[in-house]
């Protein structure tokens, strides 16, 4: 496996070896020593999948308790993957990458805590599957506007699918105002 760094401190993109003929293929997502030696040492608890239509954006999300980072990967279908350095003290607060992670490519991109995460389905079945470093706590959840004007993401769909939840989400500045963004420290 390879470790591709991006311009966010913390935030890597993985190249797994895939062994294809005309079986198939097969991959190790996620293998501790190996993870170790690329320097990603946490912990994993949790496995998430979660299955979206075409042009559903979820995110961004973010868990502060505990702090959650999370390892994602698309298994059927194409996504757009999206990771915002929300770290009070970070030289790149407020900063986003993302990259297209589809079935063919077979990326994975690992965002540590301190990352708002989310994606846009770009094909009529998206499944993504993610480990997260956390367990999931609904008290300690929150979200940033996806379209926050701040961040400026530049999303692949204009009048994306959203949750209400998401359609509520607050902006990067309300969230650091907020006692709980001091959770994320650099």
């Not at 390892?71 to 990458?97: C, K, Q």
């Not at 077979?106 to 770009?122: D, E, N, T, Y």
Request: hydrophobic share 35%; glycine share 8%; charged share 25%.
């Amino acid at each position: 496996m390879k470790a591709e760094t991006t311009h966010i401190d913390g935030l890597i993109v993985l190249h797994p070896n895939v062994f294809e003929d005309d079986r198939g293929f097969f991959m190790e997502a996620y293998k501790h020593s190996v993870f170790n030696d690329l320097g990603i040492t946490t912990e994993f608890v949790q496995d998430n999948h979660s299955k979206s239509s075409k042009h559903v954006v979820r995110g961004l999300h973010f868990q502060w308790n505990p702090p959650m980072g999370k390892l994602m990967r698309v298994t059927r279908g194409s996504a757009f993957l999206v990771a915002v350095d929300i770290r009070h003290g970070s030289p790149t607060l407020g900063e986003w990458y993302g990259r297209e992670v589809n079935e063919e490519n077979k990326l994975q991109i690992f965002a540590p805590s301190g990352f708002a995460r989310g994606f846009c389905s770009l094909s009529d079945i998206t499944e993504i599957q993610y480990k997260c470093t956390g367990e999931y706590n609904s008290a300690g959840e929150g979200g940033i506007r996806w379209n926050d004007p701040e961040i400026g993401v530049k999303w692949p769909v204009d009048n994306p699918v959203l949750s209400e939840k998401d359609k509520k989400a607050q902006t990067l500045n309300e969230w650091l105002k907020t006692e709980a963004s001091r959770n994320f420290l650099v």
